[in-house]
Structures are given as structure tokens and as C-alpha cells.
């Protein structure tokens, strides 16, 4: 999926908020803005708006010299979404449809996002389960998931961010035979609130699964950003798993079989599936 | 009031949406919000807003060519709001207050501002009218500004778009003796939708005051701008009335009587007020 006019102005203010979430030095955070602009105003618009959302968070890193800048508030969602682990274990025990609360428990977790709305610092998760469990499902391809998790033997689950990775923990423990068959993948570097390896170790995925890291410093999966490790566990899985936005921006078009969890968080987004902003989406692909 | 950071979301929001409105050529787009971005990025903080704007809408102008490329949709504006004209002016009879009536008409008719609002193509100006009438107003100098328009000679009239101005028309026939102590200023050369003397002559304000221009193509009043002969008729006004958020932006702390009526249609001027996005302003200084 293309950068679309839209995302531009999205940009700029993700640059400022990102500014302003990474350091509290004025001139500093005007530096961040300007050379994030400068270099919006030269993005290629046939790249996807998770290119632009990298060379932000390169800018961050790079001017205020700090490799993980929003560490500290990671951690923090990790434990807060931890608390809430055994809650959301109770309700996957308790339904009707146990595959398809885990996977809408997944997709709750995404709503833990500070590209798109950094404000869900105060966002109580507990009611992001409730709606997400009472919401339609926009785009509902649940039954070709659930037919693709008995039938297809290698799965690659894509993470997004460091806290919904507990949310995808739970669903991944409802996958038959998951500890064998699936492959956590998180990013390489740190970018923005992203999962990492660290965040893999805080939530005990590590102790659940086979984590591997992606290479990259991309908040989605730009493949050609990906080391050759990473690439090769991507064309070797049977299904994909990829959570968030970012993730289905940069993987759309792959080619391979994709089942894309996500909400849809910003207009542009919304608008390519036809739907409104908030819905959640299950989309595979192939 | 200087730039906030918060305003450069909103500066590429503007750029987008200005672009899209200026021009069908993609190319052309993608050209005009480059040149955009790039000049956000170099752009002091220590200027207003409105110099922004200006820069954006010169690159606009130069780009694609056009000395006024918004001509159309302000002609369009001038016609429906003078189409309301007849209901303005017997609002204004029928009322208890005829001068707080036809102040709440002038600040009604600032809701036509394709920089802040593009979308308000599809506004009912009718119904706007009518919620300006009953809205409370959050800073409210009404009283002062009654006083001053007893007590203060030459009134400069600094005006903000087409189609508003035939609401700004229903308030200065409201003020006694107007045609000899009210002066109207639009703007010297187009910058989006801002009035210019052909607005005034479409609307006939050109028929019942003295109508100058200021020289400037900033969406707003930044004196070093603006013709010489302007700045005259600004420092020998005994009361200057300033139309909308561009001007109150660029003259908040010009020295001189000011009264600005305006709404607030941003989150940062709402905060410089301490007041709610879409609440009336009356403010006298000095």
C-alpha cells in the first residue's frame, strides 16, 4: 500500500508527537521536526507510509542519540497487559468460540499504537477487550483462518507492538500444537513502541515459542530492510500472521498467504477496505 | 501569537488541502506539497501561523501559475451568503440587542474558511446562523466593544474572507454613522479564500463604506507586509475591528484598540483562550 496524500500531514504530526514523546529539550524536538519534514518533503510517494515512519524514528534515534527512546513506557504496557493476562485466558475458557475470541483479543491488543494515537497512554485496555469482543467484524475472513490454522503447518506470526504482543500471546496458545508450529517474529531494532526481543523476554513469549527477530528498524515489515535470516523464515512459512496496520501496509502486495489482524486506525486505511475508522479486520490473502 | 509545534501538523494539513483544491494535476500536487513541506521545515518559530499560510499559498500561486486560484468558490460564497442577506438583516431588526445580534452574524459568517475547514463547501450557512445565535459567548467584550463603537471615531475594519464579508456587511450597518467613520481592509493580492476589493465589489461593501486594500497576500496582518498607505489607516484608526484567526494571530499584540471577533477553530488558539474549539470570541485589547 502507497503513501496516499493523506498520510503527509499524518507524517508531521507523528514527527511531533514522536518528538515530544522522545525528549523534553525544546531545541532538540525542533531539530527532530524540522529534518523529519525536510525529509517528508522528499519521501517517494511509490514507497509504503511505514518508509516514512522509519525515517522518523531513524531522525529520533540518531539526533538524540538514545538506541530505544520509548523504553520505559514499553515496559510499562508490557506489565499492563500482562495484569490483564489471566482475564483474557478467562474469557478464551469461557466462549462459545474460543478461536475467534483469542483472534478478536488480538486484535484488541493492537489499539496499542503511539504512531497513530499516542494518547492511549491513559487508554484503560480492560475496555478495549470489552468493545473488541462485542464489535462486528468488518472484514471477517475467521473461517479461512480457522481452516488455515488446521491445514497449513509452518506459521510465521508477525508482531506489532511492545504490550499487544500479550494480547497475541493468547491467541497463539489457542493454536493447536503452537509451540511446534509457530514462529513469533519481532523487529530488529527498536522503533517507536514496536516489540523487540526485549519485549519477547518481558512477556515470556520467549517461553512459549521460537522468537525470532526481523533485521530491521521498520515499523512494519519492509522486506528488502529484513535480514536474509528473516526472509527466509517468511518465504518458508505456510501462513503469515501479521498484526497491526503498519505490517498490512507493508505486506498487502507480498504474495504470499496472509492473514492480516488489525483495526482500522486512520482514514486512509479505512477508506482502501470501504469501512470506518475503528473496525476490525481479518483479511487473508491467497 | 508564534508558531506552536502543534501547528505543523496542521501546516501540511493545509498544504495537502490546499493543493488538492487549487489543482486537478497530480504531478502538480505532489510538486506544490514538496515545495510545502520543505518551507515547514525552514519556517522560524518565531513567526505566526499566517506567515506559513502565506508561504504555502505563494507556492501555490507560483506553481501552478494562477494569480487567484480560489476566484470561483469565492464568488460562489459571496452569492450564497448574500442570498441570506434579507434574513440577516431582519434577524437584526427583530432583535432585543440589534448590536450583540449583528456581532454574532459577523462571527457567524467567520465559519467560511477553507484553511482551517475546506469541507465547509457543503456548510448550511443558515444553520451556522442560527447556532451563532444561541451559543454563549466564551470571551465576551461585547459591553467594551458597544462602548468603544459610541466613543471611537475612525474605525478600521480589517476583514477575513469572501462570502463573510456580507456578514461582516450586516454588522457595520449596525454601527451609527458608518459610512463616514468605517473603513473596510481586505487584502491586497488572493491567498485562498481571503477577501479581496473584488469581493468587496461583488458584495457591494464597496457601495456603502470606503474600501482599501492592504497591500499583503498573508491570510492574516503581518504589518511589515502590508502597503505603507495600510499601515497609515492602522495606526491612525481609533478602533481597529479584526475578522477571524489569521488576523488575531498576526495583530494580538500590535499595540494598538483592537477588538477581534472570531471563532475559535483550533485546538491551539482554543488553548491560548482557555476556551472550547468552536466557541465565540469577543476580545477587546487596550
Redesign the interface.
Known sequence: MYIY??C??????Q??EA??MATKDPTL??KI???A??K???IP?NKTPAHMGMEIHRIIRNLIGEVDPYRTIKSVYNKKALALYPEMKNLVTHASDRIETAVRIAIAGNVIDFGISPTNNEIELNKIIDETMRKPIAVNDLEELKEALENEERILYIADNAGEIVFDRVFIEEIPRFSERVTFAVKGQAVLNDATLKDAEETDMTGIVRVIDNGSDAPGTILETCSKRFRNEFSQADLVISKGQGNYETLSDCGEKCCFLLKAKCPVIAGHFGIEVGDLIIKITK
Open positions: 496524500f493523506d503527509i500531514p499524518c507524517f508531521a504530526r514527527s511531533v518528538a515530544v524536538r525542533e521536526i524540522r529534518a519534514l525536510k517528508a518533503s522528499e510517494l
